[in-house]
DNA sequence: GTCTATAAGACGATAGAC
DNA sequence: GTCTATCGTCTTATAGAC
């Protein structure tokens, strides 16, 4: 490959970010349906026949940003670290949970968009690795309640509901504006919530080491 | 009004009735923007333009349909008695709550699409009535932290934990059967999530009477 | 690679006969 | 009240000049 057509790929692949990232907003606002290529090509600033330039079609593009959402995810969960104690696992995993919604609320609200509707543009593999993860997740936690480490509880349940509770901010995030009536949710309100949430989910394992 | 009048009134309700309830798997399958008039109208077994001559337009349909949903909702809350001692309160809102999601999916899901896309359909009125329900039981759950009947916890990010939780079979379902293996979650199913929850709820408010 | 201009079709809505 | 046929608009996608 010529250093020529090498720029040339990574001025486009930089360009494709451009559209994804628009799209990105695009399709989390309105929908797959409800998403209008000529819009996405505004957002992104270029004219619309670009868009399908670089991705063949609507389908394409709202899968090039699936596939993103789910690698993000993935790159985001790779740190926790299997085989520490039941408290530092927890702690480390509701955190970073919520951290992920801070920081990537569009692919939090993107993700729980395409659940809700039936997962229906979601590959094979990402439902199967899903349920593996889950699997070890839930074995690890019936580990835990064998040797005592924790108090007995439903895995699946527990783990259901760390997801949810950790999501809220995300996914009605309009709601809960109206409810505090603030404008926007700061990075303190995000830290008070992994905060409440620790202890919360500590106090369901029997972890409790409040006074 | 003739008694003419009144029947032909009736068996009006009765076909606007049959056009919501086509409407609520639409929007639900779709969203605004996905949801087409046709295939509601195929869904409900009538002519598109009966659809037309009974509702204004799209909008009208979503807005009757977000209003039912509500509708529901309210009736559903309603029992909840104030005054009970927090154990009580707790269980029987977990317990409805999920029953709720179990018996009316397509309501708890609609709405959820409808928070996640920025509630902007939803009226003043349901924003300001959500708001102060929340507030009025955050302020009892305040109360019973004051009076040491339950363990100090931040009352709203317990609501958003309870709501969360409960809801999450009903917008994850697709998910949750992958994960289960299963064609469908049976009334069993929801019922150990619910025993599940209220535990967990419990022992998050230190009201553990387990062994 | 970029962009304008337009084709091809889908959609919400309605006119008007019954 | 019901239904068919159709209008006008909006949207995706592409052809073809630069």
Not at 58 to 82: E, F, G, H, M, R
Not at 83 to 109: C, H, I, N, S, W
Not at 112 to 121: D, R, T
């Amino acid at each position: 490959m010529s250093s020529v057509s090498r720029k040339v790929t990574a001025l486009g692949a930089k360009k494709r970010d451009v559209i994804i990232r628009a799209a990105e907003q695009e399709f989390e606002k309105h929908g797959f349906s409800g998403a209008r290529m000529q819009r996405i090509a505004d957002i992104a600033g270029v004219p619309k026949a670009n868009v399908h330039y670089y991705f063949s079609g609507k389908q394409a593009l709202y899968d090039a940003v699936l596939t993103k959402v789910v690698d993000v995810w993935n790159q985001a969960l790779s740190p926790i670290s299997p085989g520490a104690d039941p408290e530092q696992v927890l702690d480390q995993y509701v955190r970073m949970k919520v951290e992920f919604t801070r920081l990537y609320p569009e692919a939090t609200r993107i993700f729980a968009l395409e659940l809700l509707q039936g997962g229906q543009h979601l590959s094979a593999s990402i439902e199967n690795e899903t349920r593996k993860w889950t699997r070890d997740r839930a074995r690890e936690i019936e580990g835990w309640i064998q040797q005592g480490k924790i108090l007995p509880v439903d895995p699946y349940h527990l783990i259901f509901l760390i997801w949810s509770s950790t999501q809220q901010f995300a996914e009605s995030e309009t709601q809960i504006k109206s409810i505090y009536r603030r404008k926007r949710l700061s990075k303190k309100d995000y830290e008070l919530l992994a905060d409440s949430l620790t202890v919360m989910v500590k106090r369901i394992c029997g972890l409790n080491t409040e006074r």
